[in-house]
T-cell receptor
Framework: AQSVTQLDSQVPVFEEAPVELRCNYS??????LFWYVQYPNQGLQLLLK??????LVKGINGFEAEFNKSQTSFHLRKPSVHISDTAEYFC?????????????FGQGTTLQVKP | NAGVMQNPRHLVRRRGQEARLRCSPM?????VYWYRQLPEEGLKFMVY????????ESGMPKERFSAEFPKEGPSILRIQQVVRGDSAAYFC???????????FGPGTRLTVL
């Protein structure tokens, strides 16, 4: 079985500062990894995904994430955040051996960008 | 190109009533997933359907909950005899094929009084 842990429930940061949102997973099989963003009262939007290949993945809105197999991590980073990045961020995994593709989500991290 | 549509966006029911949540996948998508988000928690997988088939319902509560995805029309998540603990946001996602990126709808926020 797979599980996902997002180590920080809330991350406050000032505008234009860098940010890292941490995600660790556990799985006995290879996984696909995802980051989604959820703005208030909206659905989830895909930021980026890792399926295979280069461990550094670039996504939308200037976000990127690095897959580290030895540390079973997939941390999300942005070098300079904007007020509009304030939202809930979810890390998710899907086992590549799964016959369903269902996503297992972490608990979420609230990013609060302050002016 | 419309995204995943869900309706209603907000639904209020009294204990014991039935709730019916609808999901229209993106055009061309035949794979639908339902997830539930309880307050202050992440999303939890409920069920995965393809047209006319339930593929994986391992996340569905054993009683009162059912889902369908008919040949024609939207996917329906049905909750019978709702209880206060059913209050949550229910999200639908669709994908073009198995293992492809899942695109999420805006969700239905169910409140049980």
């Amino acid at each position: 079985a797979q599980s996902v842990t997002q180590l920080d429930s809330q991350v406050p940061v000032f505008e234009e500062a860098p940010v890292e949102l941490r995600c660790n997973y556990s799985s006995s099989v290879s996984v696909y990894l995802f980051w989604y963003v959820q703005y208030p009262n909206q659905g989830l939007q895909l930021l980026l995904k890792y399926l295979s290949g280069s461990t550094l993945v670039k996504g939308i809105n200037g976000f990127e994430a690095e897959f580290n197999k030895s540390q079973t991590s997939f941390h999300l980073r942005k070098p300079s955040v904007h007020i509009s990045d304030t939202a809930e961020y979810f890390c998710a995994v899907s086992a590549d051996s799964s016959n369903t593709g269902k996503l297992i989500f972490g608990q979420g991290t609230t990013l609060q960008v302050k002016p | 190109n419309a995204g995943v549509m869900q309706n209603p966006r907000h639904l209020v029911r009294r204990r014991g009533q039935e709730a019916r949540l609808r999901c229209s996948p993106m055009k061309g998508h035949s794979h639908v997933y339902w997830y539930r988000q309880l307050p202050e928690e992440g999303l939890k997988f409920m069920v995965y359907l393809q047209k006319e088939n339930i593929i994986d319902e391992s996340g569905m509560p054993k009683e009162r909950f059912s889902a369908e995805f008919p040949k024609e029309g939207p996917s329906i998540l049905r909750i019978q005899q709702v209880v206060r603990g059913d209050s949550a946001a229910y999200f639908c996602a669709s994908s073009l094929d198995f293992g492809d990126t899942q695109y999420f709808g805006p969700g239905t926020r169910l409140t049980v009084l």
